[in-house]
């Protein structure tokens, strides 16, 4: 599995745009990007996936470099209900196992 | 409606009291697996299955069983519960690897 490095925590004002970085550089070619949230002891919630290209659903963007080497997840208009632990994991091959890091903890101000 | 179900959502029990904790999935997953979260130690995997009858040990599978009879149910067993396995407990299914897992709302478990 990927290694993936993300910042411990980030502010963001309501409303505004929260860019959530993440490192993966040990990322294989055949590995998936996932990103998922855990609001305050809630079972995690997946947001969004990619390979290559970037993706957009209604929940956020992924932006991911050509390198693969890291990617952002974009929340275009951040709310208070936004507030949570958002972790990056590589997951690929034959490999089902979601390893959770530390994550980042975003906080939405208001 | 796409859902994972745990039972129960919370429990406090008392050491050595064997416990299940059911986990059920309404969306054909192959693929089931368990979680526990401490704090500092993030989410941690237990047990997985792939398939029916076919179960295999995660990173912390001590102390813990698991059975997959039916495709649909996960069940967790303690068999003899201790104190350090207080924990929230995390049910997943998923079906391939490029496609998200599905998350329960967890179970709050105190052993006394």
């Known amino acids: 599995d990927a290694k993936t490095t993300q910042p411990p925590s980030m502010d963001c004002a309501e409303g505004r745009a929260a860019n959530l970085p993440c490192n993966h550089s040990?990322?294989?070619?055949?590995?998936?990007v996932y990103w998922y949230r855990q609001i305050h002891s809630q079972g995690p919630q997946y947001i969004i996936h990619?390979?290559?290209n970037n993706e957009t659903n209604e929940m956020a963007s992924l932006i991911i470099t050509e390198d693969r080497k890291s990617s952002t997840l974009i929340l275009p208009h951040a709310t208070l209900r936004d507030t949570a632990v958002y972790y990056c994991?590589?997951?690929?091959?034959?490999?089902?196992?979601?390893?959770f890091g530390k994550g980042t903890l975003l906080t939405v101000n208001p | 409606e796409a859902q994972v179900t745990q039972n129960p959502r919370y429990l406090i029990t008392v050491t050595g009291k064997k416990l299940t904790v059911t986990c059920s999935q309404n969306?054909?997953?192959?693929?089931m697996s368990w979680y526990r979260q401490d704090p500092g130690l993030g989410l941690r995997q237990i047990y997985y299955?792939?398939?029916?009858?076919?179960?295999d040990k995660g990173d912390v599978p001590e102390g813990y069983k698991v059975s997959r009879k039916e495709k649909r149910n996960f069940p967790l067993i303690l068999e003899s519960p201790s104190p350090n396995q207080t924990s929230l407990y995390f049910c997943?299914?998923?079906?391939?690897?490029?496609?998200?897992?599905?998350f329960g709302d967890g179970t709050r478990l105190s052993i006394l």
């Open positions: 997943a299914s998923g079906n391939r690897v490029n496609q998200p897992q599905h």
């Open positions: 040990t990322i294989s070619g055949n590995e998936y």
């Open positions: 990619g390979l290559k």
């Open positions: 994991i590589g997951l690929g091959g034959s490999n089902y196992k979601l390893t």
């Open positions: 969306m054909n997953h192959e693929y």
């Open positions: 299955s792939m398939n029916v009858e076919v179960t």
